[in-house]
């Protein structure tokens, strides 16, 4: 795991590798919870409900980890994740250290005085 620093929203987070089959629940869950607010000139737009799988339906999935930057609110609860590949995130996100645990995360903000 990694700190990061967003410059765009001046923020920190945590580079960690997300299963593929989590990634794909929740973009699914995303879809869902915003299509009734897409119309049909969206790219993703579709008038058939959309199911949201279980892991298990994902089995024969590729266990793949994505690069994955974490948010986390003053709870230390994930407010928001944003997918580390390309290079406008090589560019925006900038890594600040390497870290063991979510613990010396959450002391780093602490003594850089962040949310």
Do not use: W
């Amino acid at each position: 795991m990694q700190i990061v620093y967003d410059e765009h929203s001046e923020e920190y987070g945590v580079l960690k590798k997300k299963p593929f089959k989590d990634m794909f629940v929740d973009i699914t869950k995303s879809f869902k919870k915003n299509m009734p607010n897409m119309t049909p000139d969206h790219i993703f737009y579709t008038e058939e409900e959309i199911k949201i799988p279980t892991k298990e339906q994902l089995d024969d999935m590729p266990d793949v980890g994505i690069p994955t930057i974490h948010f986390y609110d003053s709870n230390k609860k994930v407010y928001d994740t944003a997918t580390y590949m390309g290079q406008n995130a090589y560019d925006r996100y900038k890594i600040v250290k390497e870290i063991k645990n979510l613990k010396e995360f959450f002391e780093f903000k602490k003594e850089k005085g962040a949310n």
